[in-house]
């Protein structure tokens, strides 16, 4: 199915609001979530859902990105992109989860990180910075799986450990296809043809060494959680089967290669 | 992470709203404070280019800061050359004009340089090679510097300036930031010390990481720091700005900035910090 779309039309699926959210996705992979909030450091982002709940049996940590159902939601949540706040409640929650040798499951959907005057003032690129620093010296295991778009620094917040893997129709880049041919052509409606370029497919990614593999997405969000499953339990268990130096000098060699 | 743009810079916006400004003002011998607006004469400029009037420093390529900062240079990494992942038409062509103009393989300099007998690991950024964007090659010499830095037990100090990511390189740009912040992680790891100075501009995916990851952040006189372009802030939130929202003294204000330095400082001020800022228990800190 994927093979037969183009890049654009990835792009348009990535961002259609049939496709599975956050908390579904929670609700649907791990049992008795109890969910953690904030970052002590005097907020709480929306856009960024994080908790404990176990997988398998085992627990874990896991933490996702909220587009919000409702308006309201919407709006609070930026639409899904993080504030500050958001990245330091994912960093306290990896931190917390190093202490306690529970695995991280990411799941991101987001268009970027949100660029607000406050989002500035309060260091949306310092947050990001010290999320890299800190996913890159994790001690357990991090897997994330993009869902829907992975918009740039943002999404990478959440997507600098061990694995990678994307849903069929999702994309990661470095911005939007819009953004992209506005900045590179001046003129935003090349963004059919920029997508083509850029290599922002799931497709793309995994033979340009990206990604760890893709993840078939049929329509039915239960099969969609399913399919999930199936491919990060297995994935998740070997990672732990890692003394801790081989899991980071592993981690160190997947960006290293870049 | 926007590319930083151009247009939007206090500079442009400047020239933009008054287009016979630079007309009226000969280049080369007046020059105009893009932040201050104060039209000076060039010859008053001293060999940092800063403005007389409120020590903004006007952009720099690296082997122009190269000449005054440090005692001596030696170059590390200077014939990788990017392989154009995304076979970007046009490209190539473009790196080739950059690399004529700087004289660099790409959008910064990397070595090993000494002032005044204290030695470190320095990287300068050019903002005039792609606008300083983070390719491939930009990351790899940032890595292989750091890893050097880290087995010779050296403490390194990044001078940034850049558009961001490198957008002709796509996906390949965005995981230069994971890869040099790994880098700088086992480099702190080891306990060695990391200073990073921020110079105009620094943006997008490169304040996204290694900019906003050193153990001490200095940064220049009004440079512009921040991470999400102006025009793409206004366009987001339907607010206008403040004009100063991105500049150093409010990014250190709201406490991602130690000190601001001006550049005739800066030579003092590093080796200062170099003997002081790590571990008492390296060799750095003593040497004569
Ligand atoms: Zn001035």
Redesign the pocket.
């Known amino acids: 199915m994927t093979q037969t779309m183009t890049a654009a039309e990835v792009v348009k699926a990535a961002r259609s609001d049939q496709k599975v959210t956050g908390p579904e996705l929670i609700n649907g992979l791990v049992t008795d979530f109890f969910e953690l909030h904030g970052d002590r450091l005097g907020s709480d982002d929306p856009a960024i859902i994080g908790g404990i709940g176990r997988f398998h049996g085992q627990p874990l940590t896991v933490i996702a990105t909220n587009r919000g159902a409702t308006p309201e939601e919407k709006m609070a949540t930026h639409f899904g992109c993080p504030s500050p706040g958001g990245y330091r409640k994912a960093r306290r929650l990896m931190e917390q989860a190093a202490h306690f040798h529970r695995p991280v499951l990411c799941l991101v959907n987001t268009p970027g990180a949100y660029p607000g005057q406050t989002a500035e003032e309060n260091g949306q690129g310092a947050a990001i910075a010290q999320n890299l620093l800190t996913l890159s010296q994790l001690p357990v295991p991090v897997l994330t799986v993009i869902f829907g778009e992975g918009g740039s620094g943002g999404a990478l917040a959440l997507a600098g450990g061990d694995e990678v893997w994307m849903l069929a129709h999702s994309t990661y880049s470095i911005l939007s296809p819009e953004g992209f041919a506005s900045i590179l052509w001046k003129d935003s409606r090349k963004a059919d043809q920029a997508a083509e370029l850029m290599q922002l497919t799931p497709t793309a990614l995994k033979q340009a060494g990206m990604i760890e593999g893709i993840i078939p997405e049929p329509r039915d969000h239960q099969k969609v959680i399913a399919a999930i499953d199936k491919v990060i339990a297995p994935r998740l268990q070997a990672l732990q089967q890692l003394t801790v130096p081989a899991l980071l000098a592993k981690r160190q060699q997947r960006y290293r290669k870049f | 992470m926007k590319l930083y743009e151009k247009a939007n810079t206090l500079s442009e916006r400047v020239v933009k709203v008054d287009p016979q400004a630079d007309e009226r003002v000969p280049e080369g011998i007046y020059r105009r404070?893009?932040?201050?607006?104060?039209v000076f004469a060039a010859a008053q400029m001293d060999q940092y280019q800063?403005?007389?009037?409120?020590?903004?420093g006007f952009r720099l390529a690296a082997a122009a800061r190269l000449a005054w900062l440090v005692d001596t240079a030696e170059p590390f990494d200077q014939d990788l050359q990017t392989k154009d992942p995304l076979a970007f038409p046009g490209y190539p062509t473009k790196v080739a004009q950059a690399q004529a103009r700087t004289g660099l393989n790409d959008a910064v300099w990397t070595g090993q340089a000494t002032i005044a007998d204290t030695t470190f690991y320095l990287a300068i950024m050019d903002p005039t090679f792609i606008m300083g964007s983070l390719g491939t090659i930009t990351g790899e010499k940032l890595t292989r510097l750091i890893e050097r830095a880290t087995a010779q037990r050296q403490p390194v100090v990044i001078y940034t300036a850049s558009g961001g990511a490198r957008m002709q390189e796509g996906i390949h740009s965005l995981m230069q930031m994971q890869k040099v912040a790994g880098a700088l992680a086992q480099h702190h790891a080891a306990g060695l010390l990391s200073i990073v100075v921020l110079t105009d501009p620094t943006t997008g995916g490169v304040t996204a990481s290694f900019a906003m990851e050193a153990d001490l952040t200095l940064a220049e006189p009004?440079s512009l720091v921040g991470f999400a372009g102006r025009r793409v802030i206004e366009q987001t939130t339907h607010e206008q700005i403040a004009h100063d929202l991105q500049q150093a003294e409010n990014v250190l204000r709201h406490g991602f900035i130690d000190q601001i330095v001006p550049r005739a400082e800066q030579r003092t001020v590093l080796v200062q910090l170099l003997k002081m800022g790590g571990r008492q228990d390296d060799a750095n800190n003593d040497s004569c």
């Open positions: 404070c893009p932040r201050c607006q104060t800063t403005c007389p009037q409120c020590e903004y009004r």
